[in-house]
């Protein structure tokens, strides 16, 4: 009959299995037991990649506010309310430039911020940046008042734009008789074009087409006058201003659209 292995013995040799195979199992351990694991299949390597990625960033933003009529909030308060990721050095307030304008310093995740202006709220709209690169406008207070031309800047390099201040008649503005003359108002002095006709048949894109008439139109101080030559079609006409225009500083524009909805009869004024 065979001696059975004593209660201290069992217990000694329980522990050594327990020890040896937590450490075998134990990511931390695998490079010595294991020297074919390599750094992309390592769980621990994947582990500190994925908390890295997922620490949250400081990143710079800019973008434009502009209220229901596509009017620049020139001026305008900018308060942030609440925010998903507190760190150091975040803007928590500042007041919109020239052009409606504003620049930033968020964190990734979501920022809810508030629009003051006069004196009275204009509305309220959260940035969410996912990661750096990435950012959506969500949670709109009112539907009228936008953010324009959101991106994304490196730090210690921020970007001068010329911006588009307002335009009459105003942007969404509805009418049954089309506007012969269109007058934009940007946010600086622009640069005088060569040739009036090749500069707004280059840098004014209509939709559907407009053509526009170069010979009356002008350009005086930041104030942009076009004269259309063609009719208005019935239902929704867009203007886009392209990067071309220039401000006399050599600041590209900011692109903008301007939406009109002309109604039957659709007639010239």
Do not use: H
Request: with cysteine; hydrophobic share 40%; proline share 7%.
């Amino acid at each position: 009959m065979k001696p059975r292995p004593s209660l201290p013995t069992f217990s000694m040799i329980l522990g050594l299995w327990m020890v040896l195979g937590n450490c075998y199992f134990n990511p931390a351990v695998q490079l010595v037991v294991n020297p074919e694991i390599t750094e992309e299949n390592n769980p621990a390597a994947l582990l500190g990649v994925a908390s890295i990625l997922a620490a949250p960033k400081t990143v710079q933003i800019t973008g434009q506010i502009v209220d229901a009529n596509g009017v620049a909030a020139v001026g305008a308060t900018l308060s942030v309310i609440s925010r998903t990721n507190q760190l150091d050095g975040l803007t928590n307030t500042m007041l919109l430039n020239e052009g409606g304008r504003f620049y930033l310093i968020l964190s990734t995740g979501e920022t809810t911020i508030r629009v003051d202006q006069s004196g009275s709220e204009l509305f309220r709209f959260t940035i969410s940046i996912p990661f750096p690169g990435s950012a959506m406008i969500i949670n709109k207070s009112l539907s009228g008042p936008d953010v324009l031309n959101v991106e994304f800047y490196e730090k210690g390099f921020t970007p001068a734009y010329l911006d588009m201040i307002y335009s009459t008649p105003y942007d969404k503005a509805i009418f049954t008789n089309w506007p012969t003359l269109v007058i934009v108002t940007f946010s600086e002095d622009l640069e005088i074009p060569s040739d009036m006709q090749t500069f707004l048949d280059s840098n004014v894109i209509t939709n559907p087409p407009i053509s526009f008439d170069g010979s009356f139109s002008s350009v005086s101080n930041n104030i942009l006058q076009i004269y259309n030559s063609s009719n208005f079609s019935v239902g929704t006409n867009t203007f886009i201003f392209g990067p071309g225009i220039k401000s006399a500083t050599g600041k590209s524009l900011s692109p903008k659209t301007i939406t009109y909805i002309c109604n039957s009869p659709c007639n010239g004024s």
